[in-house]
C-alpha cells in the first residue's frame, strides 16, 4: 500500500476526530440548556412576576426588563450609527480622515464590554445623575453595539453599485436627495441586520449592566427615569450563584432558555436575510 | 484633476449626518480619554506598584499582578485547549466539505458565537466547576483550569469561523497547481494553503485571545475570585481572579469617586491595553492576509 496514502487518510481521519468533538461539545452545551430548561418552562413560569428570591413565580418582568434594554439601546444608536455611516460615505472625502473613523469603530469593539459598564455608570449615572438606573443600562449598551450596526450598515452601503450613484448624480440630485432616494432603500437591508445583531449583542450581555442598570427583586415595570429594571441576565446571574438550591437552579435554567430562544431567533433571521441577499447577488 | 473641497456641499443633510458622526466619534474619544484620566489618581498614590504589587486590600493597598498573571494564564490556558480543535475543524470545513454543508457548518458557528455569556456562566458553575472538583479530586472546583476550559468552549465558534475565512481566501488556483504536481489532497492542504493563510489564521487566533481576555461573566463565575498567584504559580487548579472577574466583584461597592473606583478604572485600563495588542495584531494580521 502507498504510505502516502495512508498518512492522507490518517491525517483526514485526525480532522474529522477533531472536529466531531468540537461539535460534540457544542451540541452538549445546547441540548443541556434545553433539557435543564424545558422542565421549568410553564404558563405560570413566563407570565407571573419572580416571588421568594427568583425559586418560585416566574420570570416575566426580567422577559419585559431585557425587552426595554435592548429594545432601548437599538432606538437610540439606530440614527447615531446611520448618520455616521452616511457622513462618512457621502460627505468625508479625506482617506486619512476616514481611516481614523474606523480605527475608532474598530477599537471601540475591541473594548471588553465590562469597561462599558465602568465608563458608562461615570458618565450617564454620575454625571447624568441617572443612578443605577434602566436609562443608563440602555445608553451604555447603545454605545456597546454601535460598532456591530455601524459595520453593519457601512458594509450595505459601501457595496451599493456606482451606477447607482452615478444615476443618481446624473439626474441632478443634492446630496441629501441622494440619500433618500438611492443610498438609504438601496441599504435597508444592512439596517435591518445591524439592528437585529446589535439587538441579539444587547440581550446576551451581562457584565455592562450588572452593576448599572439592574436590581434584583421587588422590580417591576420603571415608572421613572431613574428607577432600575430586572433582566434575564443578571436574574441568571443571581440564581447561578445559589447553586445548592435546586429550585432556583431549575429557575436558572428556565430563564436561560429564553434568553438563549430569543438572541438565536434575532441571529436566525439576521442569516436568513443575509443568505437572501447573497442569492440575489449572485444571480 | 481638480481637488475636491473637503466638504462639497453643506445642507441640511450634511448637519443631520455629522451630528451622528460627531457624537459616535466624540463617545468614542470620551470614552478612551476618560479611562485614562479616571486611572491617574490611583497611579498616583500607588506608582507602578499598582502593575507590580501582589496585594489588593480596598481602602489600603492596591496591586494588580494577581489579576494580570490570572488574565494571562486564562487566556493562555484557553487558547492552548482551543487552537486544535478549531483549526481542524476550520481545514476539514473549508478544504474537505461540499458547498451546502460548509454553510450550514458556518451558520451554526454564528449562532453558537451568539449564545450569550451568561450561559456559558450558569454552565460553568453548575456543570463544569463539579466535574472538574470531581475528575481531579479538588476540594474546590473553581479554579484557573475551568476558566480556561470555559473560555476555550466560548470562542471556539468564533477562533474557528475566523480561521476558515482565512484558509477560504487563499485563491483556488494555489490549490489547482499543487494537485497538479501530483501533491495528494492533504498534502496541498498543508503544504500549499496552511503556510499562505498563516497570518490569517494566526489573526483568527488573535482577535479570538482578545475576546476571551475580556469575556467578564462567565469567568467571573468559576474562577474561585481569590486575588493572588498560587503557589507554585503554575499550579493550574487553585482558585484565582481575572482582570474583568475582579471588576465585575468590585464595581457594585465601589461605585463612585473614591480610590478604589479609580484602582478598578485603573485595572480597565490595562486590561485594554491588553486587549488591544492583540486585536489590532489580529486586524493587521488578517488584513496582511488578503
Same mark, same amino acid.
Given at each position: 500500500m502507498n504510505p502516502r496514502l495512508w498518512k492522507e487518510r490518517a491525517t483526514i481521519l485526525i480532522l474529522y476526530g477533531l472536529t466531531g468533538c468540537g461539535c460534540l461539545v457544542l451540541?452538549?452545551?445546547?441540548?443541556?440548556?434545553?433539557?435543564?430548561?424545558a422542565p421549568a418552562l410553564s404558563g405560570e413560569f413566563l407570565f407571573e412576576e419572580s416571588r421568594n428570591f427568583g425559586s418560585e413565580g416566574g420570570i416575566f418582568y426580567q422577559m419585559i426588563g431585557t425587552l426595554i434594554l435592548m429594545a432601548g439601546a437599538a432606538i437610540v444608536c439606530l440614527?447615531?450609527?446611520?448618520?455616521?455611516?452616511?457622513?462618512?460615505?457621502?460627505f468625508l472625502h479625506s482617506p486619512p480622515l476616514k481611516k481614523m473613523f474606523r480605527f475608532l469603530i474598530y477599537s471601540l469593539n475591541a473594548v471588553p464590554t465590562i469597561i462599558f459598564g465602568l465608563i458608562g455608570y461615570l458618565f450617564f449615572g454620575v454625571l447624568l445623575d441617572a443612578g443605577v438606573s434602566w436609562v443608563t443600562g440602555v445608553l451604555i449598551l447603545a454605545v456597546m453595539i454601535l460598532p456591530t450596526l455601524h459595520v453593519s450598515i457601512h458594509e450595505a452601503v459601501e457595496s451599493i453599485?456606482?451606477?447607482y450613484r452615478e444615476a443618481g448624480l446624473a439626474l441632478g440630485l443634492s446630496p441629501g436627495q441622494q440619500m433618500r432616494a438611492v443610498i438609504l432603500p438601496q441599504s435597508m437591508y444592512g439596517m435591518v441586520t445591524g439592528t437585529l445583531l446589535g439587538l441579539a449583542r444587547a440581550a446576551g450581555e451581562t457584565a455592562a449592566i450588572m452593576f448599572t442598570a439592574t436590581a434584583f427583586s421587588g422590580v417591576q415595570l420603571p415608572q421613572s427615569w431613574t428607577e432600575p429594571v430586572t433582566t434575564l441576565q443578571t436574574h441568571i446571574l443571581v440564581l447561578a450563584q445559589e447553586a445548592t438550591n435546586p429550585k432556583a437552579l431549575t429557575h436558572a435554567w428556565g430563564a436561560g432558555l429564553v434568553l438563549l430562544t430569543l438572541v438565536f431567533i434575532l441571529i436566525s433571521v439576521t442569516l436568513w436575510i443575509r443568505s437572501g441577499m447573497e442569492m440575489e447577488a449572485e444571480r | 484633476m481638480n481637488k475636491q473641497p473637503l466638504f462639497p456641499e453643506r445642507g441640511p443633510a450634511f448637519w443631520l449626518t455629522g451630528l451622528a458622526a460627531a457624537i459616535s466619534a466624540g463617545t468614542i474619544g470620551l470614552l478612551f480619554v476618560s479611562l485614562v484620566v479616571e486611572s491617574v489618581p490611583v497611579f498616583k498614590s500607588e506608582g507602578v506598584s499598582f502593575l507590580w504589587g501582589t496585594d489588593w486590600f480596598a481602602g489600603e493597598v492596591y496591586g494588580a499582578l494577581p489579576m494580570i498573571y490570572g488574565s494571562l494564564m486564562v487566556t493562555g490556558l484557553a487558547v492552548v485547549m482551543v487552537l486544535p480543535f478549531a483549526l481542524g475543524s476550520a481545514i476539514l470545513t473549508s478544504?474537505? $466539505?461540499?458547498?451546502?454543508?460548509? *454553510?450550514?457548518?458556518? #451558520?451554526a458557528m454564528e449562532l453558537l458565537a451568539g449564545v450569550p455569556g451568561i450561559l456559558y456562566g450558569l454552565m460553568g458553575i453548575a456543570l463544569l466547576a463539579v466535574w472538574v472538583r470531581d475528575l481531579f479530586g479538588l476540594i474546590d472546583g473553581n479554579t484557573l483550569f475551568t476558566a480556561g476550559l470555559?473560555?476555550?468552549?466560548?470562542? $471556539?465558534?468564533?477562533?474557528?469561523? *475566523?480561521a476558515e475565512d #482565512?484558509?477560504?481566501?487563499?485563491?483556488?488556483?494555489t490549490r489547482d497547481t499543487a494537485l497538479s504536481l501530483g501533491l495528494t489532497r492533504m498534502e496541498t492542504v498543508m503544504?500549499?494553503?496552511?503556510?499562505?493563510?498563516?497570518?490569517?489564521?494566526a489573526g483568527a487566533v488573535f482577535l479570538g485571545l482578545g475576546r476571551a481576555m475580556g469575556e467578564t461573566i462567565a469567568v467571573m463565575l468559576v474562577i474561585g475570585g481569590i486575588d493572588r498567584i498560587p503557589q507554585p504559580w503554575f499550579d493550574l487548579f487553585a482558585s484565582g481572579q481575572n482582570i474583568p472577574s475582579k471588576i465585575g466583584r468590585e464595581a457594585a461597592e465601589a461605585l463612585g469617586f473614591d480610590l478604589q473606583w479609580s484602582a478598578l478604572i485603573a485595572l480597565g485600563l490595562v486590561l485594554f491595553v491588553m486587549v488591544m495588542t492583540l486585536t489590532t495584531a489580529g486586524h493587521f494580521l488578517l488584513r496582511k492576509a488578503r
Open positions: 451540541a452538549v452545551i445546547l441540548t443541556t440548556v434545553i433539557m435543564k430548561g440614527p447615531v450609527a446611520l448618520g455616521s455611516v452616511l457622513f462618512q460615505t457621502e453599485p456606482d451606477h | 478544504e474537505f $466539505l461540499s458547498g451546502r454543508v460548509r *454553510l450550514v457548518v458556518k #451558520a470555559l473560555l476555550a468552549v466560548m470562542i $471556539l465558534p468564533t477562533v474557528m469561523t *475566523l #482565512a484558509l477560504r481566501a487563499v485563491p483556488g488556483e503544504q500549499v494553503v496552511v503556510p499562505q493563510a498563516l497570518p490569517g489564521l
